[in-house]
């Protein structure tokens, strides 16, 4: 059984951290909200590793939340929590009371809105259509794609990190003794001397070699990848490799989006990541109509106007970027 919570109450930082994090998951959050917590962040070192260890404290609270609802029943657990939202207090928080109530805007925010708990507690992190270099070791570079969280996971006798979500490109130099470990969600890649490209999106986390040697592990089984070869996994579990074009993968590095014979509906889902705002498409059989072609990430709304031209969709611009297409 997890331990209960413990927190200092000499710590005037953390409660204030703990206050944001209730305040945030007790209700529905607006952009306003978001942008007074960044700027609370953004105050100091001390503000930002108050909010982070106030993430760790909600985290270790939802597992024994979780725990006490297995030993006692989900129905018993959820019946003890309040009814109304704004009834959520941070004493509810450490007290260990928290399961499901208003949490899941916060840990699964609705259209992408804002970034999930996890991401904020990230380390390094891109917003949409934004792409940043980091160091994170001095042989290990790493670029970071749209909408990305990466945290350093330090441990001793390797460079270890986690992607939290989004997609990275990662050149390894390592030497023998201080491999490069990148944890995503329930799997490990491994690299020394490599390059490889890495997404977590939607619960799948795609692996694609492109150089050297690249271990990829999970629950048990390890599949090695050469160059412009790529493996998938998700809670179904390791699939086999497969070879693709890995200039295709990583085109993004150079401000493009490459389809080929691609879903509708899955290339709008890329285009969204980069695109401010949303596209929507309403009609089943339109989505299942397949894309050919290059688009430029900077010029996004071109690819509004080709679907336009070459499906005959009918296309409804809404406020805020929202695009419906049918």
Known sequence: MTEPIRTSDTDPLLDEALDWVVRLKAGAPTRADVDALQDWRAQSPAHEAAFKKAVGVLRTASIAAQELASEQGATAAVATLPRKPHLLTRRLVLGGAIAAAAGYVMINPPLDMWPSLEEF??????????????????????????????????????????????????????????????????GRISALQADFNARCLDGVVSVTCLAGIVSVEQDGRTVQLRKAEQVSYSRAGLQASRPVDAAQVTAWQTGLLIFRDRPLASAVDEVNRYRSGKIIITSTELKRRLVNGTFQLDKLDSFVAQVEQLFGARITSLPGGVVLMS
């Open 121 to 186: 507690s990230a380390d390094y992190r891109t917003g949409k259509g934004e792409h940043r270099k980091v160091m994170v070791a001095p042989d290990v570079s790493i670029e970071l794609n749209t909408q990305t969280s990466l945290a350093l996971r330090p441990v001793p006798n390797e460079t270890r990190i986690e992607l939290i979500s989004g997609e990275a490109s990662v050149a390894a130099r390592q030497s023998s003794s201080t491999p490069l470990v990148m944890l995503a969600r329930d």
